[in-house]
Nanobody, 131 residues
Framework: QVQLVESGGGSVESGGSLRLSCTGF????????LGWYRQPPARDREGVAA??????????DASIRDELQGRFTISRDKNTLYLEMNNLNPEDTAVYYC??????????????????????WGEGVQVTVSS
């Protein structure tokens, strides 16, 4: 059973770093779309990063939202998903969620994939960046 749990959030000053973790996937199958989303105060939830595999070498990649390139990194180690966030600024303040889809189709899986495309969600973790 998939029960996603995020950890690693907290409060940091501008320029600081955090690494978020997400567990509870069970054994991740060969085909998946795993993602991080965030919801800033009074704004809609938006995609941050995603990794995807369609079970073949045809598609297995990671994507980061354009404006976060160079600061955010998504990775996976076995059944844990990570989001490394560096040089944080107050605009990164948000609740961060991990999400998963194991049914597909996966051709639209990216950092811009709509939240409605994901089947499993964690409860979220707060990240607060002060200036």
């Amino acid at each position: 059973q998939v029960q996603l749990v995020e950890s690693g959030g907290g409060s940091v000053e501008s320029g600081g770093s955090l690494r978020l973790s997400c567990t509870g996937f069970g054994n991740i199958p060969n085909r998946y779309c795993l993602g991080w989303y965030r919801q800033p105060p009074a704004r809609d939830r938006e995609g941050v990063a995603a990794i995807v595999s369609d079970g073949s070498v045809r598609r297995r990649d990671a994507s980061i939202r354009d404006e976060l390139q160079g600061r955010f990194t998504i990775s996976r180690d076995k059944n844990t998903l990570y989001l490394e966030m560096n040089n944080l600024n107050p605009e990164d303040t948000a609740v961060y969620y991990c999400a998963a889809d194991f049914e597909g189709p996966f051709e639209f899986c990216s950092a811009y994939w709509l939240p409605t495309g994901m089947d499993y969600w964690g409860e979220g973790v707060q990240v607060t960046v002060s200036s």
